[in-house]
C-alpha cells in the first residue's frame, strides 16, 4: 500500500485551470482518469487526512503511486478528453458502464445504391439509419412487415438480390408487393430511394402528416370511383397504425427527448433510459455498474451521458435529454452534446407533466433492473464462491483462485498445431486475455512437447514483464537473462506491445493465475510442471483435467483426484477447458482453411490482390490460366512481360502431378476461380 504523499506533486506545480488527470499505480497502469474545472483544487481533494476520505478513494490514492495531467482550454474539452481516456486505458476504478446484451436496432442501409431495411446489432456503421434500440428482434420484423406493405423497400440480403438481377425473377416479396422490386428495375434507383426515405420519415416520427395525406388520396380515389386503389389506400393507412400501435404514446407528437433514469445502493447502480420519438417510445435499453468509485447521482448520470452520446452524432443525439440530477457542470456537458448534435440541445429535470409522469415510469424501471440483477448475482456470485472454494480445497492449494487459466493444444492430423490460452477471473471468462499460439519449435505431432512449448512461451513473457517494471528483484529467478522466444502470441496483430514505452494501458501476460489448467493427463501435467521449474517459477498450481473420466491429475501424483459429479468446482474446471478446446480448435480451423484457400498465384513477387483478380477473371480459372501463353497473359490489363513469365513459372511450378480426389466418395477434385481445391 503506497504512501499518497510520496508523490503528492507541490501546490504550486499543478496549474489552476481546466484539465484531465490519471492516477497509476506502480506498474505504471492508469487505475483512475478524472476531470475538474481546477486540477489544483481537485486534486488537493484526494491528498488529504486518510480517514477523511470515502473507502474506495481512500484504496484507489493507497494503491496508486503517481499522477499527472493535462490541461485544456475548456470544460467541454475536459469532458471530451476523459471520456477518451476512460475508453483507452479502462482504469479499473472508474465507473463503467456495460450492456447486459447487445440491443437490436432496425438498420436503414442508406449507403448502398438501394438501401435495405434489416436487423443490426453491434457497432454503428457510417451511412446507415438506425431507429431503436428494440427489446427484441421480432418486435422490429412485425413492425417491418407491417410497414413494408406501404413503402416496399428492399429487404433481401446481397446475394439473393444478385441473383433476383442476373435470373430476372423478384424474390417472394416482390410478387406479394411488399418489395418495390428494384432487382429487376421495376423502379429505379431514385424511386426506390425516395421509398427509403419516406420509410425514414415515418420510422423518426412524422407519421400524422403521410396519414393524413394517404387519407386524402384515398377520398380522392374514392370520389373518382377508383374504388380498388381507395381499399388499398385504406388497408395501407389501416397498417401504419397498426404499426404505430406498437409504441405507446406518451408525450406530444413532436417530441424527441431521451429520458435517464438512475437506480442505486452503496455498491451498484442501474441505469435506465427511454427513447422517445415523435412522442412514442422508440426504444429502451438499460445498464448495470459497481460503484468502484465515490460518485453520487450527478456523476452517474455524467457518466451515463458520455457512455450514451460518446459515440453518436446528428439526430441520435435527441433535442431534450431529461435527467433525475444534473451533472457537476451542466452547461459544459449541454455544450458537449450540442456539439455532437449540430444545434442546440437541453439537459433538464423534469417539473411537472408528462415528463415527469413518464420519469417515474423510467426510474420503476431501474428499481427493478437493479433488484434483478442483484437477485441474479448473488446466486451467480454463490455459486461461483462455492466453485472455487471446492477447486482449493480439492488441489490442497492456500487460497482460491482467482485467476484461472487453461491451455489446449489442437491439430488436424499433425497439420496447423496450434495452442490456446483463455483466462477466468472469479469464475467469468476475461475474453479480452485470451491468447492463441503458433507452434513454432517443431514440426508433427507431439500435444506433451506442444504444451511444454507454449506454457514455457507464456511464463517467459511473464518473466520478462516483471524485469521490465521493477518486480524481478523481489522474486528470485532462474540464472541468466530470460531469453526472448520470436512468434509468442502469434495470431495477435499487437503481439509486439509489450516491448512498448508504459503507457498505462493493459499488458499482454503481464499478469500470473493461481492455477494453470491443462487440457490432458498425466504427460501434459508434468510438462507443464517442468515448463514452470526450468524458469524457476514455483508459486502457480498445476493440474490437468482428462476427457475421458473427467479426472483432475496434479504432478507427481500416480492417482487422479476424483470430484464428485455434482461439484460446482468440477464444473467451472469443465467450463474452463471447453472454452480453451473450443477457441484453440476455432484457431486451428481458421489456419486450415487459410491454407487450402491459397492460390499458386500468392507466390508470385509483387502481384496483388487487384492483378490477381484481373488474372482470374480474364481466363476463368486458374487451371486455364495455367494453359495460357505469356503472350496471352500479357493481354490482360496492368499485367507486363516480366509479370507475365513470373506467373507462368510460378503455375508451372505449382502443378499438380496428379488430380486431387475426395478419399470419402472418390470425387475428382476441379480447381474453382479462385485457384483452390473444393
Same mark, same amino acid.
Given at each position: 500500500? %503506497?504512501?499518497?504523499?510520496?508523490?503528492?506533486?507541490?501546490?504550486?506545480?499543478?496549474?489552476?485551470? *481546466?484539465?484531465?488527470?490519471?492516477?497509476?499505480?506502480?506498474?505504471?497502469?492508469?487505475?483512475?482518469?478524472?476531470?475538474?474545472? $481546477?486540477?489544483?483544487?481537485?486534486?488537493?481533494?484526494?491528498?488529504?487526512?486518510?480517514?477523511?476520505?470515502?473507502?474506495?478513494?481512500?484504496?484507489?490514492?493507497?494503491?496508486?503511486?503517481?499522477?499527472?495531467?493535462?490541461?485544456?482550454?475548456?470544460?467541454?474539452?475536459?469532458?471530451?478528453?476523459?471520456? $477518451?481516456?476512460?475508453?483507452?486505458?479502462?482504469?479499473?476504478?472508474?465507473?463503467?458502464?456495460?450492456?447486459?446484451?447487445?440491443?437490436?436496432?432496425?438498420?436503414?442501409?442508406?449507403?448502398e445504391?438501394?438501401?435495405?431495411?434489416?436487423?443490426?446489432?453491434?457497432?454503428?456503421?457510417k451511412?446507415?439509419?438506425?431507429?431503436?434500440?428494440?427489446?427484441?428482434?421480432?418486435?422490429?420484423?412485425? !413492425?417491418?412487415?407491417?410497414?413494408?406493405?406501404?413503402?416496399?423497400v428492399?429487404?433481401?440480403? %446481397?446475394?439473393v438480390?444478385?441473383?433476383?438481377?442476373?435470373?430476372?425473377?423478384?424474390?417472394?416479396l416482390?410478387?406479394?408487393?411488399?418489395?418495390?422490386?428494384?432487382?429487376?428495375?421495376?423502379?429505379?434507383?431514385?424511386?426506390?430511394? &425516395?421509398?427509403?426515405?419516406?420509410?425514414?420519415?415515418?420510422?423518426?416520427?412524422?407519421?400524422?402528416?403521410?396519414?393524413? =395525406?394517404?387519407?386524402?388520396?384515398?377520398?380522392?380515389?374514392?370520389?373518382?370511383?377508383?374504388?380498388?386503389?381507395?381499399?388499398?389506400?385504406?388497408?395501407?393507412?389501416?397498417?401504419?397504425? =397498426?404499426?404505430?400501435?406498437?409504441?405507446?404514446? #406518451?408525450?406530444?407528437?413532436?417530441?424527441?427527448?431521451?429520458?435517464?433514469?438512475?437506480?442505486?445502493?452503496?455498491?451498484?447502480?442501474?441505469?435506465?433510459?427511454?427513447?422517445?420519438?415523435?412522442?412514442?417510445?422508440?426504444?429502451q435499453?438499460?445498464?448495470?455498474t459497481?460503484?468502484?468509485?465515490?460518485v453520487?447521482?450527478?456523476?452517474?448520470?455524467?457518466?451515463?451521458?458520455?457512455?450514451?452520446?460518446?459515440?453518436?452524432?446528428?439526430?441520435?443525439?435527441?433535442?431534450?435529454?431529461?435527467?433525475?440530477?444534473?451533472?457537476e457542470?451542466?452547461?459544459?456537458?449541454?455544450?458537449?452534446?450540442a456539439?455532437?448534435?449540430?444545434?442546440?440541445?437541453?439537459? =433538464?429535470?423534469?417539473?411537472?407533466g408528462?415528463?415527469?409522469?413518464?420519469?417515474?415510469?423510467?426510474?420503476?424501471?431501474?428499481?427493478?433492473?437493479?433488484?434483478?440483477?442483484?437477485?441474479?448475482? %448473488?446466486?451467480?456470485?454463490?455459486?461461483?464462491?462455492?466453485?472455487?472454494?471446492?477447486?482449493?480445497?480439492?488441489?490442497?492449494?492456500? !487460497?482460491?483462485?482467482?485467476?484461472?487459466?487453461?491451455?489446449?493444444?489442437?491439430?488436424?492430423?499433425?497439420?496447423?498445431?496450434?495452442?490456446?490460452m483463455?483466462?477466468? &477471473?472469479?469464475?467469468?471468462?476475461?475474453? /479480452?486475455?485470451?491468447?492463441?499460439?503458433?507452434?513454432?519449435?517443431?514440426?508433427?505431432?507431439?500435444? #506433451?512437447?506442444?504444451?511444454? &512449448?507454449?506454457? $514455457?512461451?507464456?511464463?517467459?513473457?511473464?518473466?520478462?514483464?516483471?524485469?521490465? !517494471?521493477?518486480e524481478?528483484?523481489?522474486?528470485?529467478?532462474?540464472?541468466?537473462?530470460?531469453?526472448?522466444?520470436?512468434?509468442?502470441?502469434?495470431?495477435?496483430?499487437?503481439a509486439?506491445?509489450?516491448?512498448?514505452?508504459?503507457?498505462?494501458?493493459?499488458?499482454?501476460?503481464?499478469?500470473?493465475?493461481?492455477l494453470?489448467?491443462?487440457?490432458?493427463?498425466?504427460?501434459?501435467?508434468?510438462?507443464?510442471?517442468?515448463?514452470?521449474?526450468?524458469?524457476?517459477?514455483?508459486?502457480?498450481a498445476?493440474? /490437468?483435467?482428462?476427457?475421458?473420466?473427467?479426472e483432475?491429475?496434479?504432478?507427481?501424483?500416480?492417482?487422479?483426484? #476424483?470430484l464428485?459429479?455434482?461439484? &460446482? /468446482?468440477?464444473?467451472?474446471?469443465?467450463?474452463?477447458?471447453?472454452e480453451?478446446?473450443?477457441?484453440?480448435?476455432?484457431?486451428?480451423? %481458421?489456419?486450415?482453411?487459410?491454407?487450402?484457400?491459397?492460390?499458386?498465384?500468392?507466390?508470385?513477387?509483387?502481384?496483388?490482390?487487384?492483378?490477381?483478380?484481373?488474372?482470374?477473371?480474364?481466363?476463368? $480459372?486458374?487451371?486455364?490460366?495455367?494453359?495460357?501463353?505469356?503472350?496471352?497473359?500479357?493481354?490482360? *490489363?496492368?499485367?507486363?512481360?516480366?509479370?507475365?513469365?513470373?506467373?507462368?513459372?510460378?503455375?508451372a511450378?505449382?502443378?499438380?502431378?496428379?488430380?486431387? #480426389?475426395?478419399?470419402?466418395?472418390?470425387?475428382?477434385?476441379?480447381?474453382?476461380?479462385?485457384?483452390?481445391?473444393?
Amino acid at each position: 500500500m %503506497a504512501d499518497p504523499s510520496s508523490y503528492r506533486p507541490k501546490p504550486g506545480q499543478i496549474p489552476d485551470s *481546466p484539465g484531465v488527470y490519471k492516477f497509476r499505480d506502480e506498474h505504471r497502469r492508469v487505475i483512475y482518469v478524472g476531470k475538474a474545472k $481546477s486540477l489544483r483544487q481537485r486534486l488537493a481533494n484526494y491528498f488529504q487526512d486518510l480517514s477523511g476520505l470515502h473507502p474506495r478513494t481512500r484504496t484507489m490514492v493507497t494503491t496508486a503511486a503517481s499522477v499527472e495531467w493535462t490541461v485544456v482550454a475548456t470544460e467541454v474539452e475536459a469532458l471530451q478528453l476523459e471520456y $477518451s481516456w476512460i475508453k483507452e486505458f479502462d482504469p479499473r476504478f472508474n465507473v463503467k458502464y456495460r450492456d447486459d446484451k447487445s440491443y437490436p436496432y432496425l438498420a436503414v442501409t442508406l449507403n448502398e445504391e438501394f438501401p435495405r431495411v434489416q436487423v443490426m446489432r453491434g457497432a454503428k456503421k457510417k451511412g446507415v439509419r438506425y431507429f431503436g434500440p428494440y427489446g427484441h428482434a421480432w418486435a422490429i420484423r412485425e !413492425t417491418v412487415d407491417l410497414m413494408l406493405r406501404v413503402f416496399p423497400v428492399r429487404t433481401c440480403s %446481397a446475394g439473393v438480390f444478385k441473383n433476383a438481377a442476373r435470373t430476372g425473377r423478384p424474390c417472394l416479396l416482390g410478387y406479394i408487393g411488399k418489395c418495390s422490386a428494384p432487382c429487376v428495375g421495376r423502379v429505379t434507383p431514385e424511386e426506390h430511394r &425516395e421509398l427509403a426515405d419516406d420509410f425514414c420519415d415515418f420510422m423518426a416520427g412524422r407519421t400524422g402528416t403521410y396519414i393524413r =395525406r394517404l387519407e386524402k388520396d384515398m377520398m380522392a380515389a374514392a370520389e373518382e370511383m377508383e374504388y380498388e386503389r381507395a381499399a388499398r389506400l385504406r388497408d395501407d393507412v389501416e397498417a401504419l397504425k =397498426r404499426a404505430m400501435e406498437k409504441s405507446a404514446v #406518451v408525450l406530444a407528437d413532436a417530441t424527441d427527448a431521451d429520458l435517464i433514469a438512475v437506480a442505486e445502493d452503496e455498491l451498484e447502480a442501474a441505469v435506465q433510459i427511454f427513447h422517445v420519438r415523435g412522442g412514442r417510445v422508440r426504444g429502451q435499453r438499460g445498464w448495470v455498474t459497481d460503484k468502484v468509485e465515490n460518485v453520487d447521482t450527478s456523476g452517474l448520470v455524467e457518466h451515463a451521458l458520455q457512455q450514451l452520446y460518446g459515440e453518436e452524432s446528428g439526430d441520435a443525439v435527441p433535442k431534450e435529454v431529461l435527467v433525475p440530477a444534473l451533472p457537476e457542470d451542466p452547461a459544459a456537458v449541454s455544450q458537449w452534446l450540442a456539439d455532437r448534435r449540430g444545434s442546440q440541445v437541453s439537459l =433538464r429535470i423534469p417539473q411537472r407533466g408528462d415528463k415527469k409522469d413518464l420519469m417515474v415510469t423510467v426510474q420503476r424501471n431501474a428499481q427493478q433492473a437493479l433488484g434483478l440483477h442483484k437477485t441474479k448475482r %448473488a446466486s451467480d456470485l454463490t455459486t461461483r464462491s462455492r466453485a472455487l472454494e471446492e477447486i482449493a480445497g480439492a488441489l490442497d492449494l492456500d !487460497t482460491a483462485p482467482l485467476r484461472i487459466e487453461c491451455f489446449d493444444i489442437s491439430h488436424l492430423q499433425g497439420d496447423d498445431v496450434v495452442a490456446s490460452m483463455v483466462v477466468f &477471473e472469479d469464475g467469468l471468462a476475461r475474453k /479480452g486475455e485470451y491468447r492463441r499460439f503458433q507452434i513454432k519449435g517443431f514440426e508433427g505431432q507431439d500435444d #506433451v512437447r506442444s504444451m511444454h &512449448e507454449v506454457i $514455457s512461451r507464456r511464463f517467459r513473457r511473464y518473466l520478462q514483464e516483471k524485469e521490465r !517494471t521493477g518486480e524481478w528483484e523481489e522474486t528470485p529467478a532462474p540464472t541468466g537473462p530470460v531469453p526472448a522466444v520470436p512468434g509468442e502470441g502469434d495470431g495477435d496483430p499487437r503481439a509486439a506491445e509489450d516491448s512498448r514505452e508504459d503507457d498505462g494501458r493493459p499488458k499482454r501476460f503481464a499478469y500470473p493465475p493461481q492455477l494453470l489448467v491443462v487440457d490432458g493427463g498425466q504427460p501434459q501435467v508434468a510438462a507443464a510442471k517442468r515448463a514452470l521449474d526450468e524458469l524457476g517459477i514455483d508459486d502457480i498450481a498445476v493440474c /490437468g483435467l482428462a476427457k475421458r473420466l473427467e479426472e483432475v491429475w496434479l504432478p507427481d501424483d500416480d492417482d487422479p483426484v #476424483v470430484l464428485p459429479r455434482s461439484s &460446482e /468446482g468440477l464444473y467451472l474446471l469443465q467450463r474452463v477447458r471447453d472454452e480453451a478446446h473450443r477457441f484453440a480448435i476455432t484457431y486451428q480451423r %481458421a489456419k486450415r482453411a487459410k491454407r487450402i484457400r491459397a492460390s499458386p498465384l500468392d507466390a508470385v513477387p509483387g502481384l496483388g490482390d487487384t492483378r490477381k483478380q484481373a488474372l482470374i477473371k480474364h481466363f476463368g $480459372s486458374v487451371k486455364k490460366l495455367r494453359q495460357a501463353t505469356i503472350e496471352e497473359i500479357c493481354e490482360v *490489363p496492368g499485367i507486363g512481360r516480366r509479370t507475365a513469365e513470373s506467373v507462368a513459372v510460378a503455375l508451372a511450378a505449382a502443378a499438380p502431378a496428379a488430380p486431387a #480426389v475426395n478419399t470419402a466418395t472418390g470425387e475428382i477434385m476441379e480447381e474453382d476461380d479462385g485457384g483452390s481445391t473444393t
